[in-house]
C-alpha cells in the first residue's frame, strides 16, 4: 500500500515537472481586500510557477455584488509578461476614490474578484488557479464627502497663502516654517488614485465649518518633519517620523498614521474634529473622507 503510494506520487511528480517544462503557469499568491466603513484597499500578489515567460497580460480587481454582478472594475493594470518564478506583489491598492453616490457609496459590494489572464491570453498549465474571491462587509458609511483633487490643474505650484477648492471643500496651503514651500497637484505618485495632492514645506488648511467625528486620506511620507494640529493643539509637532506621530493623541483626537511613498497607507484622525492643519516636508495626499456622522469608526 505504501508503495503504491509512493509510486503514486512519484508519478505525480514527474507529470508535474514534464507539464512545468511544457509553459507558463500564472498564478494568485496572495489577494485580500480591506472593504469596510474606513479602508477601502486591496492587495495582490501573482507568480509564474510555470517554465517558460509570458507575454504581457492584465490583472483585474472587480467588486461584486450578491448576485456576482460588476458594480465597479476596481483595478486594472498591464503586466508586461513575467519569467520562470517572477512576482509581481501589489500592496495597499487604494479603492478610496470609488464609493460614489452613484454607485450607492459600494454598499452592494459583498465580494471582491481578483482575476489574472481574463483575456485568456496566455496558455497555461493550469487556467484553473487565476481567479480568487475574496468576501467582504458591505460599506454602511455615506461617501459624498471625499476629496479626490481631480478637477485642479496638474503641475502648478500653489504657493503660501493659496485659497483652493475640491470637491467643495476649500483649503488653505500655508508655509512651513523650514520655508520655500508649495503645494502642488501630481499625478505621478503611487498615492491615491489619479491625481493627488503633493505638500512641499507646506501647510494643508481644510476649511471646516461642522465638526467632523472621522477624517481620513490616502498618504505617502516620502521624508522630513510632519505638522499636525488638531482643534487648535499642535501635538508634538515637528514630528521627524511617521512612528512619531502614530498612536498620538493630538487636540483630543487619536492619530493613527502610516505609508510611505513606495508603499502608500493612511492617517486617520478619529475623534471630534473642529479645524485640522497637515504640515508635511514632503507629503503626498488624496481621498480624504470627511464624516459628519457620530459614530464611532473604530
Ligand atoms: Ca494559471
Ligand atoms: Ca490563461
Ligand atoms: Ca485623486
Request: glycine letters at 10%; proline letters at 5%; one cysteine or more.
Amino acid at each position: 500500500m505504501k508503495r503504491k503510494s509512493t509510486s503514486l506520487v512519484i508519478a505525480a511528480a514527474a507529470l508535474a515537472l514534464l507539464a512545468s517544462s511544457c509553459g507558463p503557469d500564472l498564478a494568485i499568491t496572495q489577494a485580500s481586500a480591506n472593504l469596510d466603513n474606513v479602508q477601502q484597499s486591496a492587495s495582490f500578489a501573482i507568480v509564474n510557477n510555470g517554465a517558460k515567460t509570458t507575454s504581457p497580460f492584465e490583472i483585474e480587481i472587480l467588486l461584486l455584488d450578491d448576485a456576482g454582478a460588476v458594480v465597479e472594475v476596481a483595478y486594472r493594470k498591464a503586466i508586461s509578461g513575467l519569467s520562470y518564478g517572477e512576482k509581481v506583489a501589489l500592496k495597499n491598492i487604494s479603492l478610496r476614490h470609488l464609493p460614489t453616490p452613484d454607485n450607492n457609496c459600494l454598499g452592494k459590494v459583498t465580494q471582491v474578484a481578483f482575476s489574472i489572464d481574463l483575456q485568456d491570453v496566455i496558455r497555461e498549465l493550469d487556467e484553473s488557479n487565476n481567479r480568487r474571491v475574496a468576501e467582504v462587509q458591505p460599506i454602511s458609511a455615506v461617501c459624498d464627502e471625499i476629496v479626490r483633487f481631480e478637477a485642479l490643474p496638474i503641475g502648478k505650484e500653489f504657493l503660501p497663502i493659496s485659497h483652493i477648492a475640491s470637491d467643495g471643500i476649500g483649503f488653505a496651503i500655508r508655509a512651513l516654517p523650514e520655508g520655500k514651500g508649495f503645494a502642488m497637484i501630481r499625478n505621478d505618485l503611487a498615492v491615491g488614485n489619479g491625481q493627488a495632492m503633493w505638500l512641499k514645506n507646506a501647510w494643508l488648511e481644510p476649511r471646516i465649518c461642522l465638526p467632523r467625528h472621522y477624517i481620513a486620506f490616502d498618504a505617502g511620507y516620502y521624508g522630513g518633519n510632519i505638522y499636525l494640529e488638531v482643534n487648535g493643539d499642535p501635538g508634538g509637532s515637528p514630528y521627524p517620523s511617521l512612528a512619531a506621530v502614530d498612536g498620538a493623541i493630538i487636540g483630543g483626537v487619536a492619530v493613527k498614521v502610516s505609508g510611505h511613498g513606495e508603499n502608500p497607507g493612511l492617517w486617520q484622525f478619529n475623534g471630534v474634529v473642529n479645524s485640522l492643519k497637515i504640515g508635511g516636508q514632503e507629503l503626498a495626499i488624496d481621498n480624504i473622507l470627511f464624516w459628519t456622522q457620530q459614530k464611532r469608526m473604530l
